[in-house]
């Protein structure tokens, strides 16, 4: 599966912006997507993932009450609704399709192309 990432862009402190992930194919209800972010020379660091089944969410503690994580089973895309943005929330976002829950990297075996934040003081 092809994930497509966007909704990027810059916004002031304080702000709202909400990321869109597009699959190419149908998502299986076994299936967990997950928003990941990552900043020059740093990790890649879990945000958030949503059980394509059930819709349990699952929260980064940086940014539990901020974001919010949703999706769409008709067009099979995920949301990042992220308000209350802070400069640290600035990083390139990722979307990511795994079978399992996890909040490592490694658990997801499909990734998007990544969509630039950028959060001004």
């Known amino acids: 599966v092809q994930l497509q990432a966007s909704g990027g862009g810059w916004v002031q402190a304080g702000g709202s912006l909400r990321l869109s992930c597009a699959a190419s194919e149908r998502i299986f209800s076994s299936a967990v997507m997950a928003w990941f972010r990552q900043t020059p020379g740093n990790e890649r660091e879990f945000v958030s993932a949503i059980r394509w089944g059930t819709s349990r969410t699952y929260y980064a503690d940086a940014v539990k009450g901020r974001f919010t994580i949703s999706r769409t089973t008709a067009d099979n895309t995920v949301y990042l609704q992220m308000n209350s943005l802070k400069p640290e929330d600035t990083a390139v976002f990722y979307c990511?399709?795994?079978?399992?829950?996890?909040?490592?990297?490694?658990?997801?075996?499909?990734w998007g192309q990544g969509t630039q934040v950028t959060v001004s003081s």
């Open positions: 990511a399709r795994g079978v399992g829950l996890g909040n490592a990297p490694a658990d997801y075996k499909s």
